[in-house]
């Protein structure tokens, strides 16, 4: 079995680039852009989080009071009409004082949560369906990882089994969405290589395989499929080999057998699009969500 699906299913939380460190997050969190121009290069480059300088960048730049502004009125602030309350109300909805005068971490936050606001639901495949033949095998439908949190929720995986070639091949789809600290708010779609599997037993119902790989391997991965009761199971175990990765670090010995399935994962891609929808609205205007709120409850019936 390849390291891609071994991967797969050991990695349960995975993000977009993150906040660089968090002692350096900290440190420069209330310079003005102004301020952090004033540092030397080398502290610039070797010191500051690149979300500052890029934020301090925006600020200097011509016209930013504008940008800020059209961002602001994103986040139901009046970032046009009235910029000096907009830029305060959004300072205070940070928890921060109202200054007037954005950081570059306001500045950051600014542009993250307007760029939230463009997230909306984009179509991608749910379907969850298999058929089985004397010559042909299909599965395809959301993989997770039974008892445990998987890298990718949103995804999409489509097995197809030969008996006459006696071996299944796993594409993969993963759908990535954003969280507070990705560098950029939007989606990203990644296709993993084609997986393949030597099938062991071919019968009316079902179809096992063998794992595939050598004694050097850090582990292997099995499938068992029941067409018969619809379950349909990925079943990795440790191999005993290097499990050493090629960007450094190794994987971990499994305490147990891992077993990833495949199922029906519309609840599951509609449960985290509300997410990213909640999220956004999350960070509107407290004004704004206030009177939203006010509105809700004006229509439920008495």
């Known amino acids: 079995m390849k390291l891609a699906l071994s991967l797969f299913i050991s990695v349960f939380l995975v993000s977009l680039p993150t906040y660089a460190d968090d002692a350096a997050v900290r440190k420069y969190r209330d310079y003005t852009p102004q301020r952090l121009n004033s540092l030397s290069k080398e502290k610039l480059k070797s010191e500051v989080p690149m979300m500052y300088t890029m934020a301090a960048r925006r600020g200097l730049s011509l016209g930013s009071d504008l940008l800020f502004g059209m961002e602001l009125n994103q986040l139901m602030y009046p970032g046009l009409h ?3 309350s907009a830029v305060k109300a959004f300072q205070a909805d940070l928890g921060d004082k109202p200054t007037g005068e954005l950081t570059v971490w306001q500045i950051h ?3 993250q949560r307007a ?3 463009k997230l909306s639901r984009v179509s991608f495949p749910d379907q969850f ?8 095998a299909v599965v395809q439908g959301t993989m997770i990882i039974v008892d445990d ?3 990718w929720p949103i995804n999409h995986v489509r097995v197809s089994c030969s008996r006459s070639e006696n071996s299944c091949e796993l594409d993969q789809l993963h759908f990535v969405v954003p969280n507070e600290k990705s560098w950029s708010q939007i989606y990203q779609v990644m296709e993993s290589s084609t997986e393949s599997y030597e099938i062991a037993r071919w019968s009316k119902d079902s179809i096992e395989s063998h794992p595939l790989g050598t004694s050097k391997d850090c582990r292997n991965t099995s499938l068992t499929f029941n067409f018969k009761t619809k379950e349909f199971y990925f079943i990795t175990r440790n191999a005993g080999g290097d499990c050493k990765l090629m960007l450094g670090g190794e994987l971990e010995q499994l305490t147990k057998p891992r077993a990833a ?3 029906d ?3 599951i891609i509609d449960e985290k699009f ?3 929808h909640k999220a956004a609205y999350n960070v509107l205007s407290s004004t704004f969500r206030q009177r939203v709120e006010a509105l809700n409850q004006q229509e439920q019936p008495k």
């Open 149 to 151: 949190r998987i890298a």
């Open 115 to 117: 760029e939230m606001q």
């Open 109 to 111: 936050q600014l542009e």
């Open 274 to 276: 509300a997410e990213v």
């Open 261 to 263: 399935q495949i199922v």
């Open 82 to 84: 009235d910029y000096s």
């Open 265 to 267: 994962g519309k609840k």
């Open 129 to 136: 369906s298999s058929f089985i033949t004397d010559a042909y």
